[in-house]
């Protein structure tokens, strides 16, 4: 079983955790926290309750879980002070409070055939696999020359044929479906997308080919 949550994976049958793709190094503790969070998610989990699952048996420093809560944090790239999965229950525990998906074994292998792909105007933009930036830089992926459009505007993390948004504080912001972004949003096919003044559309195809990412102007 394998559970998704924006650009991560935590396969619970490898025992790994992958982020954008790549395997993030986290200790066996590690994975086991944010294992109980993702499995309780979104209900806050006692600190009590935490130190007994992770450490059975033996009694621990509540410092140890605050530690081993930060490794989490930082293989997953969230933090304490701006979270976007991992909450602190300040005076009870810990919550898992993002989106989080469960993947069928298998699914993963299908992914290979999903291609997504950015629609501006009469322009195609081609997503790559892992993170794909969407602004004004022109080492960026999506390159949107457009004043409105910062230069690390938003980006897409595609992994496992699923397309994660998200904005990177951006100053004119990012919208979904008409509705400003504030978090990790996962995509959908025709799901219209707007950064800045500028109207994107996502689409999703399965079955074709790979492509090149093509910048456009």
């Not at 130190?51 to 509540?62: H, K, M, N, R, S």
């Not at 459009?149 to 990177?168: F, K, M």
């Amino acid at each position: 079983m394998r559970i998704r949550f924006g650009p991560c994976v935590l396969d619970l049958g490898t025992r790994e955790l992958l982020r954008r793709g790549k395997a993030v190094s986290v200790s066996p503790k590690g994975l086991r926290l944010l294992e109980i969070l993702l499995e309780r998610r979104p209900e806050a989990v006692r600190k009590e309750e935490l130190q007994d699952l992770i450490w059975p048996g033996v009694f621990v420093a509540e410092r140890n879980l605050a530690r081993l809560m930060n490794e989490v944090r930082g293989a997953i790239g969230d933090s304490a002070e701006n979270p976007r999965y991992l909450r602190t229950v300040h005076g009870f525990g810990y919550a898992f409070s993002g989106e989080a998906d469960r993947e069928a074994a298998g699914q993963s292998a299908k992914s290979a055939n999903i291609v997504f792909k950015l629609v501006w105007g009469d322009r195609e933009i081609a997503l790559q696999e892992g993170e794909n930036i969407l602004g004004r830089d022109r080492a960026a992926v999506a390159w949107i020359d457009v004043p409105s459009v910062s230069r690390h505007h938003a980006r897409i993390v595609v992994s496992d044929g699923q397309a994660i948004l998200e904005d990177l504080k951006s100053k004119n912001g990012t919208y979904l479906q008409g509705q400003k972004v504030s978090s990790p949003r996962r995509l959908a096919d025709a799901n219209r997308i707007r950064i800045g003044s500028v109207n994107l559309t996502l689409r999703r195809f399965v079955g074709g080919a790979s492509t090149k990412s093509t910048r456009t102007r």
